[in-house]
T-cell receptor, first 113, second 114 residues
Framework: GENVEQHPSTLSVQEGDSAVIKCTYS??????FPWYKQELGKRPQLIID?????GEKKDQRIAVTLNKTAKHFSLHITETQPEDSAVYFC????????????FGKGTRLHILP | DAGVIQSPRHEVTEMGQEVTLRCKPI?????LFWYRQTMMRGLELLIY????????DSGMPEDRFSAKMPNASFSTLKIQPSEPRDSAVYFC????????????FGNGTRLTVT
């Protein structure tokens, strides 16, 4: 089955700097890659997603890139702010096949003042 | 919409006891997922349903775990008997069309088995 690896497990960046989180997946048939943000004590919430027919997607300070050949995708957060501190999860799934969304183990992002 | 509703928010029980976690998905969502979250293993998919039918339960750790969805607005995850290693946060999530749309998570149930 699908396996999603995520790194780093912990990331600290100065406020205003950029943060990058990277994930790899194992099943080349995977075609949908969402990212979820989980603030302390709260539920995970979708922040951005990308489908395999595009290589990059942006939403304000957040962007995701996808390299299908290498089977990896990344989350980029620019001009980081204190409210970006959270755990971020990448995920992968195969639309129109088994509908399972498999998550990476998460990255705890600390924004330093 | 109130979102996905889970109960209880916290559950503390002794080893060997039966535990039942409850979930009410968002009305109209036809997929329901149960995940378990721990520091070591992250978010693990336990089981998911489509139109009340279990589709994949390969993530259910062992026979002590069972899940049901008797109707479109209610699902349960039962652990019998519970063990300390079952301690985790259990999330229920629902979505419109499986992976075509975002997962909407409930607030989770924090289970502690002593």
């Amino acid at each position: 089955g699908e396996n999603v690896e995520q790194h780093p497990s912990t990331l600290s960046v100065q406020e205003g700097d950029s943060a990058v989180i990277k994930c790899t997946y194992s099943d080349s048939a995977s075609n949908y890659f969402p990212w979820y943000k989980q603030e302390l004590g709260k539920r995970p919430q979708l922040i951005i997603d990308i489908r395999s027919n595009v290589g990059e997607k942006k939403d304000q300070r957040i962007a995701v890139t996808l390299n299908k050949t290498a089977k990896h995708f990344s989350l980029h957060i620019t001009e980081t702010q204190p409210e970006d501190s959270a755990v971020y999860f990448c995920a992968a799934s195969i639309m129109n096949r088994d509908d399972k969304i498999i998550f990476g183990k998460g990255t705890r992002l600390h924004i330093l003042p | 919409d109130a979102g996905v509703i889970q109960s209880p928010r916290h559950e503390v029980t002794e080893m060997g006891q039966e535990v039942t976690l409850r979930c009410k998905p968002i009305s109209g969502h036809d997929y329901l997922f149960w995940y378990r979250q721990t520091m070591m293993r992250g978010l693990e998919l336990l089981i998911y349903f489509n139109n009340n039918v279990p589709i994949d339960d390969s993530g259910m750790p062992e026979d002590r775990f069972s899940a049901k969805m008797p109707n479109a607005s209610f699902s349960t995850l039962k652990i019998q008997p519970s063990e300390p290693r079952d301690s985790a946060v259990y999330f229920c999530a629902s979505s419109w069309t499986g992976t075509h749309s975002p997962l909407h998570f409930g607030n989770g149930t924090r289970l502690t088995v002593t």
